[in-house]
T-cell receptor, first 112, second 112 residues
Framework: GEDVEQSLFLSVREGDSSVINCTYTDSSSTYLYWYKQEPGAGLQLLTYIFSNMDMKQDQRLTVLLNKKDKHLSLRIADTQTGDSAIYFCAESQDNAGNMLTFGGGTRLMVKP | KAGVTQTPRYLIKTRGQQVTLSCSPISGHRSVSWYQQTPGQGLQFLFEYFSETQRNKGNFPGRFSGRQFSNSRSEMNVSTLELGDSALYLC???????????FGPGTRLTVL
C-alpha cells in the first residue's frame, strides 16, 4: 500500500530558508501536495505539483520532486515566525479521485 | 467566495451515542471528502462523495457513514461512539474529482 513519510520536527531562525522533506512509496502518485495547519485550524493548501514536473515555484515556496527517488521537498525562503505550523505532504493516485494519503506532518518552529 | 464550512465546530458526546457532522462545500464544488485526524493515526481518509454517490471509502468500520445531498452539502454520521472516535473531523471540497481540495476548519469531537 501507499506510505508517505516526513520528519517530525524542524527548527530554523527567522530569515533563513526552511526545507521540509517527504518520501512516498507509490509510483502511481498523480499529484503531490503541501498543506499547512496552524493550531486549532484546518488544512490550508499551499501548493501542489503534478507528477510529471520536477519543480514548481510560487513566491517564497519552491517544490522539488525527484520521481526516481520518490522524494518531495518544500523550500520556504526567508522564513517568518508566521510560518510556524505543521506541514503535511500528501499524494493522490491516478483513478483514485480525491483520496489523499498524508504524511505524519513536520512541525516547523521559527525562532526570532 | 465563502470557504468550506463545517458545523458544529465542537461537540462532546458520550460512548454509545451517535453523532452527525455537516459540511457545506465551496459554491460550485461537487466533490466532498472527509478525513479523521488524531494524534496517534494522523490524517486518514474516510470517504469521498461526488454527485450524491460515495466514490471511495477508507478503512473504517461500518459505524462511519455519510451522504451527499443534491446541493453538494454532505453529512457524516458515526453511530455507537467509542472513546477512540475522539478526533478532528475535516471536510474538503473540490470542483470535481482529481482537483485540488480545500479544507474546512474541522469539527472537534470529544467522546467521554
Amino acid at each position: 500500500g501507499e506510505d508517505v513519510e516526513q520528519s517530525l520536527f524542524l527548527s530554523v531562525r527567522e530569515g533563513d530558508s526552511s526545507v521540509i522533506n517527504c518520501t512516498y512509496t507509490d509510483s502511481s502518485s498523480t499529484y503531490l501536495y503541501w498543506y499547512k495547519q496552524e493550531p486549532g485550524a484546518g488544512l490550508q493548501l499551499l501548493t501542489y505539483i503534478f507528477s510529471n514536473m520536477d519543480m514548481k515555484q510560487d513566491q517564497r515556496l519552491t517544490v522539488l520532486l525527484n520521481k526516481k527517488d520518490k522524494h518531495l521537498s518544500l523550500r520556504i525562503a526567508d522564513t517568518q515566525t508566521g510560518d510556524s505550523a505543521i506541514y503535511f505532504c500528501a499524494e493522490s493516485q491516478d483513478n483514485a479521485g480525491n483520496m489523499l494519503t498524508f504524511g505524519g506532518g513536520t512541525r516547523l518552529m521559527v525562532k526570532p | 467566495k465563502a470557504g468550506v464550512t463545517q458545523t458544529p465546530r465542537y461537540l462532546i458526546k458520550t460512548r454509545g451515542q451517535q453523532v452527525t457532522l455537516s459540511c457545506s462545500p465551496i459554491s460550485g464544488h461537487r466533490s466532498v471528502s472527509w478525513y479523521q485526524q488524531t494524534p496517534g493515526q494522523g490524517l486518514q481518509f474516510l470517504f469521498e462523495y461526488f454527485s450524491e454517490t460515495q466514490r471511495n471509502k477508507g478503512n473504517f468500520p461500518g459505524r462511519f457513514s455519510g451522504r451527499q445531498f443534491s446541493n453538494s452539502r454532505s453529512e457524516m454520521n458515526v453511530s455507537t461512539l467509542e472513546l477512540g472516535d475522539s478526533a478532528l473531523y475535516l471536510c474538503a471540497s473540490s470542483l470535481s474529482r482529481d482537483n485540488e481540495q480545500f479544507f474546512g476548519p474541522g469539527t472537534r469531537l470529544t467522546v467521554l
